[in-house]
């Protein structure tokens, strides 16, 4: 009988994040070992399921690095990384639009529909929903910079009834052009902004951002993230993670989260429990965040 109490008291705690969250968009992005274990990928889609239900409007954008990068190697393509950022060459780009538009969106879409969810697998190519030109002036090939998200696009499939999954792959203003490969943490946060979402999630292979003695750092702000970079807490591919989040949270979205998709469940605890998981990102001049400024001080 007690476990029934501390069941029902359990549901009971989570009513205000509930009713905060309802008929809000959160984007969340996809990848790590969340994306790969079949066991995890399962507890994914329930979670999407669950928030549907609850009248939460949940927006995929998934990654795929990993399945990239094994592609490449059995291709024998030569690939490389600069701050987290992958150089994509014209022959790569063809095997990084068919992994992420191809066998990672559907595989996503079909198991959502799968779990009850009404999912619909997109690209940044349809419709040319996203935008973009090379990065850094094309020094990482045709890894791409966004200029503009169609933010309509897909508050319209939202108004639909559907779940976005959307795969960061970019169109090109120039006809026959194969398109950008966009870094999906990158990704998520600009459509996060586009479409006013009130949150984005990170799904990643950590327990959120740690300092140099390997402890999470709960919450970080703009100030915060630039001193960690300087001093090289903040490294390499969790550079662009940090800048997206930031971008974000200065652009219309309340609160970005970096939090561990090993965890079952992460995505239930991050919204529907008091303490949350993983680390926040927030602006101090935020009236909406919600947080104990002293907590972010001190971390």
Known sequence: MQTKHQKVQTL???IPYIKKFFGKIIVIKYGGS??????LKEKFAQDIVFLSLLGIKPVIVHGGGSRITELLTKLEIP??????????CEESMRV????????INKNITSLLNHHG??????????SAIINAIPKDGGRFGYTGEITKVKGEMIKNLIKEGFIPVIAPIADSAE???PGFNINADVAACEIAAAIGAQKVLFLTDTIGVLDKNGKLITSLDKESVEAYKNDGTIAGGMIPKVDSCIDAIYNGVNKAHIIDGRVEHSILLELFTSDGIGTQFVRRDN???DIDMDKLLND
Do not use: W
């Open 79 to 88: 690939s490389s990384f600069v701050d987290g950022h992958r150089v994509t």
């Open 96 to 103: 990084v639009e068919m992994v992420l538009s191809g066998e």
């Open 175 to 177: 006809p026959n052009h």
């Open 12 to 14: 009971l705690d989570a």
């Open 34 to 39: 969340a994306q790969t274990s079949p066991d």
């Open 117 to 126: 969810a009404k999912a619909i697998g997109i690209s940044g190519k349809d």
């Open 287 to 289: 009236p909406n965040n």
